[in-house]
Nanobody
Framework: QVQLVESGGGLVEPGGSLRLSCAAS????????MGWYRQAPGKQRELVAD???????NYADSVKGRFTISRDNAKKLMYLQMNSLKPEDTAVYSC????????????WGQGTQVTVSS
């Protein structure tokens, strides 16, 4: 059973930083792409950033230059370093792991709340 567990969310002032972590179990972590998604109230879920098994990264335009996605395959952890946070970054952030070859092999964490407010 694949499990993804996020941590690191919280309340931060505008301009502040947070680092989210996603811990994986029950899978061969290193061979799958992963990503961070977010969903704000009343809005659709959107991709924030993703990372291939070889650590090639991709970012939404809204977070480029502020957020950094990374992974530690030995520890089965994925991270999202978020700097220069803005109120519009407020959302529930979820991590995901999937297979590019099997559409049924896709898993999500439960999500962690990030609130950017003064």
């Amino acid at each position: 059973q694949v499990q993804l567990v996020e941590s690191g969310g919280g309340l931060v002032e505008p301009g502040g930083s947070l680092r989210l972590s996603c811990a994986a179990s029950g899978t061969i972590f290193s061979i799958y792409p992963m990503g961070w998604y977010r969903q704000a109230p009343g809005k659709q879920r959107e991709l924030v950033a993703d990372i291939t098994s070889g650590s090639i990264t991709n970012y939404a335009d809204s977070v480029k230059g502020r957020f950094t996605i990374s992974r530690d395959n030995a520890k089965k952890l994925m991270y999202l370093q978020m700097n220069s946070l803005k109120p519009e970054d407020t959302a529930v952030y979820s991590c995901s792991l999937w297979s590019d070859y099997d559409p049924e092999y896709a898993y999500w964490g439960q999500g962690t709340q990030v609130t950017v407010s003064s």
